[in-house]
């Protein structure tokens, strides 16, 4: 499966008063996940080679190009608790439409815990708006390529 794994830590703050990852900062995590996997880093970044795949999009500020979220649908299977070492975020386009593009990811444990458990399934609805006309806008040839290495079937939900 074509499957990027993105290291993401928690903040102590993500934690709420039952002692797992409130609902609302699964949000955070999964956009930070996002924005490390797939958009192009900032122009004095140098990532690690092998650190990220080539971006997919440029959606830094001032890049022209905007990505509204469309839709989002999560899963909780566990209540994630805290860990000091960062969560393993898996993430893959389920589908690519003509101005928008669903990324699916699936929320683990840490590397090397074992046995390694799933924490949360969910799902992301892109899309690319062009900043000066406000208006959807398709995806180039140049940014279908980029996705190209990453696309497999959607996430499956346990309840459709």
């Known amino acids: 499966m074509a499957r990027l794994h993105v290291p993401v830590r928690l903040r102590w703050s993500d934690i709420d008063a039952y002692g797992h990852v409130n609902n609302s900062a699964m949000l955070r995590l999964l956009e930070e996940a996002r924005i490390l996997a797939f958009w192009a880093p900032d122009a004095d970044e140098t990532p690690e080679p092998g650190e990220y795949p080539a971006p997919v999009i440029d959606g830094r500020p001032g890049s022209g190009t905007l990505t509204v979220i469309a839709g989002q649908r999560l899963e909780y299977l566990a209540s994630i608790p805290y860990f000091r070492r960062p969560l393993d975020v898996q993430l893959w386009f389920g589908r690519l439409g003509g101005a928008s593009l669903d990324v699916s990811y699936e929320v683990c444990s840490p590397a090397g815990v074992t046995p390694p ?16 006309t406000e208006r959807p806008r398709r995806l180039s040839d140049a940014e279908r390529a980029a996705c190209e290495p990453w696309i497999d079937e959607p996430v499956v939900f346990s309840r459709p």
């Open 117 to 132: 458990v799933l924490y949360t399934r969910a799902s992301t609805t892109l899309v690319l708006v062009d900043a000066a």
